[in-house]
Each structure stands twice: as structure tokens, then as C-alpha cells.
């Protein structure tokens, strides 16, 4: 996985160049006959071209040939931008078969970068970070942690702020018993992040992990529930508790018998436990589509 994200990071360096007026028409006017040839006009004093270089160029190294990159300080070269009737910067332009075919003004985010690149170039894959993102969720889906662990800490040295690794490496901390500091990490992602998928997913995984570790022992509770069927509030301890340990098969029966029960019991509470388990579940599991199908035939019978 190291390996893999290094050679990519090094894999573009050929590809970036800092252009002049001197060197445009080898650089940009003859070169993109060949391949795909952005050009970069920005400034030392530009504050969004601070923010927009670093992008650009690291989607340039992760298309790996399909195109190249020319930047041209303006203040070393104003003929450029006077050619190119250039108001504002950052602006950026595609260059193919000698002439300017598309462009662009402002600070777009990586992923518009990828899309403008690759509507002139053709599909340049997933980037190194997005495989490595791949590999860890298979991995943690297949209850290979180590792997898991090892992915997408690595996405976070090279992007701190990658929300869906930051919760899948929280959802491993969950599965390794390290509750805390799955709380603690998600306590970093921001507000209006939360609604993300794999976010919603971890924050269920963490309440089903707390649930299992307050519910005390299963077999009180299930003798419990034996004894006195109509016991909601011990079958839902019960069903908690089961989810808990990842008995979800069990645990879906117990929280759809309150529901059949009483469905507004306790403010839903059976309904509630079993979309939250169902989260953490995920979609492609088989007994999500089989809990959902029993629970729509309840809700709408």
C-alpha cells in the first residue's frame, strides 16, 4: 500500500514544467498535439492559485501521461495572459491539437479538476489515495483489520481531511474494542460532514458497540425475555445486546418482534435499534434486504 501511493506521487514529474514566453510554442502549442497540455496562469501574490496548484498537479501525476501541466507566473510572462485575454487568475486552459479547447477560472476542487481533465483526456483511473481507499474497505469488510488499519491511516498522513477514511479508520477502532478513540476520531470530522455515509454507518457501529459493552451478560437477558414474552423493554436490551457482538441474525428477530408487537412502543424504539443496525450492516449484506423486506411488510400491512 506504501508502495503503491510513493510510485504515484514521483510517477508525474516528468509531466509538470514551469513555462515561459520562450518556450510556449514547444511546450504548450507543439506538445499538446500529442497529449493534453493544461496551462496554468497564476502569481505569486494570487491566494486561490496557492490553493488551486497543488491539485492540479497531483491530478496530472495521478493521470500518469494523459496529459501535462505548463504553469506561467503571469508577473514573469504578461504576454500569455494578454494573448490569452486572461482577466482574473488562477485560469487554466486545455490545450489539444495546437489550440486552446476548454478552460477554467477559480479554485475548483480536485474531484472538477479530475472531471475537466478527463473530459478531454479519456478516464485516468482512481488515484493512488482512491485505491488504497478501495483496498481498505474491502479489507474491512473481510475483517482483515491489520490491512484496514494500515490503509487508511496511510490515506490520512497524505489527506487529513478525508472524511470516509477518517470514519472507516474509526469503524476500526470499533471493531478492535477501542470505543474511545473510535469517539474521539469522530469528534474531529466536522458538522457538515456528518450525514455522510460512512459516517452515519461508524456513529451506529460505535452506539452498537456501547450498547453490547452496558447489556451485561446475554443469557440473564434472554431468560428474561423467556419468561415474560411481553417484556419489550428486556427484548430490546436483548436485541441491543446481540447486535452488539455482531449476532445480527438474532438480533433483527428479537427488534422485529417488539415491532410486530407494538411499533410505536417506547418511541419506536424496536424500529429505531433496527435501522441503526441495518446501517452498520450495510447494503450488499443478504439479511439487510431480508430484515427491510419484513419490516416493510409490518409498517405497511
Same mark, same amino acid.
Given at each position: 500500500?506504501?508502495? $503503491?501511493?510513493?510510485?504515484?506521487?514521483?510517477?508525474?514529474?516528468?509531466?509538470?514544467?514551469?513555462?515561459?514566453?520562450?518556450?510556449?510554442?514547444?511546450?504548450?502549442?507543439?506538445?499538446?498535439?500529442?497529449?493534453?497540455?493544461?496551462?496554468? $496562469?497564476?502569481?505569486?501574490?494570487?491566494? @486561490?492559485?496557492?490553493?488551486?496548484?497543488?491539485?492540479?498537479?497531483?491530478?496530472?501525476?495521478?493521470?500518469?501521461?494523459?496529459?501535462?501541466?505548463?504553469?506561467?507566473?503571469?508577473?514573469?510572462?504578461?504576454?500569455?495572459? *494578454?494573448?490569452?485575454?486572461?482577466?482574473?487568475?488562477?485560469?487554466?486552459?486545455?490545450?489539444?491539437?495546437?489550440?486552446?479547447?476548454?478552460?477554467?477560472?477559480?479554485?475548483?476542487?480536485?474531484?472538477?479538476?479530475?472531471?475537466?481533465?478527463?473530459?478531454?483526456?479519456?478516464?485516468?483511473?482512481?488515484?493512488?489515495?482512491?485505491?488504497? %481507499? *478501495?483496498?481498505?474497505?474491502?479489507?474491512?469488510?473481510?475483517?482483515?483489520?491489520?490491512?484496514?488499519?494500515?490503509?487508511?491511516?496511510?490515506?490520512?498522513?497524505?489527506?487529513?481531511?478525508?472524511?470516509?477514511?477518517?470514519?472507516?479508520?474509526?469503524?476500526? %477502532?470499533?471493531?478492535?474494542?477501542?470505543? /474511545?478513540?473510535?469517539?474521539?476520531?469522530? /469528534?474531529?470530522? @466536522?458538522?457538515?460532514?456528518?450525514?455522510?455515509?460512512?459516517?452515519?454507518?461508524?456513529?451506529?457501529?460505535?452506539?452498537?458497540?456501547?450498547?453490547?459493552?452496558?447489556?451485561?451478560?446475554?443469557?440473564?437477558?434472554?431468560?428474561?425475555?423467556?419468561?415474560?414474552?411481553?417484556?419489550?423493554?428486556?427484548?430490546?436490551? %436483548?436485541?441491543?445486546?446481540?447486535?452488539?457482538?455482531?449476532? %445480527?441474525?438474532?438480533?433483527?428477530? /428479537?427488534?422485529?418482534?417488539?415491532?410486530?408487537?407494538?411499533?410505536?412502543?417506547?418511541?419506536?424504539?424496536?424500529?429505531?435499534?433496527?435501522?441503526?443496525?441495518?446501517?452498520?450492516?450495510? @447494503?450488499?449484506?443478504?439479511?439487510?434486504?431480508?430484515?427491510?423486506?419484513?419490516?416493510?411488510?409490518?409498517?405497511?400491512?
Amino acid at each position: 500500500m506504501e508502495t $503503491l501511493i510513493s510510485e504515484s506521487a514521483n510517477a508525474g514529474d516528468n509531466l509538470i514544467k514551469d513555462g515561459s514566453t520562450e518556450s510556449f510554442m514547444q511546450d504548450v502549442i507543439e506538445d499538446s498535439k500529442e497529449t493534453l497540455v493544461l496551462v496554468d $496562469l497564476w502569481a505569486p501574490w494570487c491566494g @486561490p492559485c496557492k490553493q488551486l496548484g497543488p491539485m492540479i498537479e497531483k491530478v496530472v501525476k495521478d493521470a500518469k501521461g494523459a496529459a501535462k501541466l505548463v504553469k506561467i507566473d503571469i508577473d514573469q510572462h504578461p504576454q500569455i495572459a *494578454q494573448s490569452l485575454q486572461v482577466q482574473s487568475i488562477p485560469a487554466v486552459f486545455a490545450f489539444k491539437d495546437g489550440k486552446p479547447v476548454d478552460g477554467f477560472m477559480g479554485a475548483l476542487p480536485e474531484s472538477k479538476i479530475k472531471e475537466f481533465v478527463e473530459r478531454h483526456a479519456g478516464p485516468i483511473g482512481p488515484t493512488p489515495v482512491e485505491e488504497a %481507499y *478501495q483496498s481498505g474497505t474491502e479489507a474491512l469488510e473481510a475483517g482483515n483489520t491489520e490491512v484496514a488499519l494500515t490503509a487508511f491511516a496511510k490515506i490520512l498522513e497524505l489527506d487529513p481531511d478525508h472524511i470516509d477514511a477518517k470514519a472507516q479508520l474509526a469503524r476500526v %477502532y470499533v471493531n478492535l474494542g477501542e470505543i /474511545e478513540a473510535a469517539k474521539n476520531l469522530m /469528534e474531529m470530522i @466536522p458538522e457538515d460532514s456528518k450525514n455522510a455515509p460512512t459516517v452515519t454507518a461508524t456513529l451506529a457501529a460505535i452506539s452498537l458497540a456501547e450498547n453490547a459493552a452496558s447489556a451485561g451478560e446475554l443469557e440473564p437477558l434472554r431468560l428474561k425475555v423467556e419468561e415474560n414474552p411481553d417484556d419489550l423493554a428486556a427484548r430490546l436490551e %436483548y436485541g441491543k445486546a446481540l447486535a452488539g457482538i455482531g449476532e %445480527y441474525e438474532t438480533a433483527g428477530a /428479537e427488534l422485529l418482534t417488539i415491532i410486530r408487537r407494538d411499533r410505536d412502543w417506547n418511541e419506536a424504539a424496536g424500529r429505531q435499534e433496527l435501522l441503526k443496525m441495518l446501517e452498520v450492516m450495510g @447494503p450488499t449484506n443478504p439479511l439487510t434486504k431480508g430484515f427491510r423486506r419484513q419490516l416493510s411488510s409490518i409498517l405497511f400491512a
